[in-house]
T-cell receptor
Framework: GAGVSQSPRYKVAKRGQDVALRCDPI?????LFWYQQALGQGPEFLTY????????KSGLPSDRFFAERPEGSVSTLKIQRTQQEDSAVYLC?????????????FGPGTRLTVL | KQEVTQIPAALSVPEGENLVLNCSFT??????LQWFRQDPGKGLTSLLL?????REQTSGRLNASLDKSSGRSTLYIAASQPGDSATYLC?????????FGSGTKLNVKP
């Protein structure tokens, strides 16, 4: 596709439910990033993939958060036993890393509301 | 840990003014710096990327500069228009770990 896509765009979950958020990066992009953005704040780094390898997951806030990219393209961010503090916009970005250019391109985000 | 600060947090100007948005960071060992705009309820749109070896980048009415040694970047917007109203975010790349500021919310009045 022309850009990064994310689904669903909006998700409402009851506290304790599991959710899965999907990211389709730009075709051929090696790097993929997940961010969490609270209202009125800048995005906070969660995790980074290079192809299928998760090279950095230091930003994941708890062991309830899990991300995967099994074939090096589509990625899924899973949140188990959701809590109200998980309510945020989850953004995905991809980058080609072409000639050292690490320019990121973002998807529209998934707004998660936990009731 | 890298800390990124953006000043001012909000800015309201009349149409046609030139303006400067500021971004500062604490760790100068960065790979590159990227400026984005974010419209309400939307994702981030890339405006300019400055690699660590560069001093500035220009695109249309936008000019971004980078001074790594002092930990500063500025985004200059010439002849502002109402369509420029958005939140502007800077992000520093510490080698595949990106840190964002909280943004400057810009309102350009017709």
């Amino acid at each position: 596709g022309a850009g990064v896509s994310q689904s669903p765009r909006y998700k409402v979950a009851k506290r304790g439910q599991d959710v899965a958020l999907r990211c389709d990066p730009i075709s051929g992009h090696v790097s993929l990033f997940w961010y969490q953005q609270a209202l009125g704040q800048g995005p906070e780094f969660l995790t980074y993939f290079q192809n299928e390898a998760q090279l950095d997951k230091s930003g994941l806030p708890s062991d309830r958060f899990f991300a995967e990219r099994p074939e090096g393209s589509v990625s899924t961010l899973k949140i188990q036993r959701t809590q109200q503090e998980d309510s945020a916009v989850y953004l995905c970005a991809s980058s080609s890393r072409d000639r050292g250019n690490n320019e990121q391109f973002f998807g529209p985000g998934t707004r998660l509301t936990v009731l | 840990k890298q800390e990124v600060t953006q000043i001012p947090a909000a800015l309201s100007v009349p149409e046609g003014e030139n303006l400067v948005l500021n971004c500062s960071f604490t760790d100068s060992a960065i790979y590159n710096l990227q400026w984005f705009r974010q419209d309400p309820g939307k994702g981030l749109t890339s405006l300019l990327l400055i690699q660590s070896s560069q001093r500035e980048q220009t695109s249309g009415r936008l000019n971004a500069s980078l001074d790594k040694s002092s930990g500063r970047s500025t985004l200059y917007i010439a002849a502002s228009q109402p369509g420029d109203s958005a939140t502007y975010l800077c992000a520093v790349d510490n080698f595949n770990k990106f840190y964002f500021g909280s943004g400057t919310k810009l309102n350009v009045k017709p």
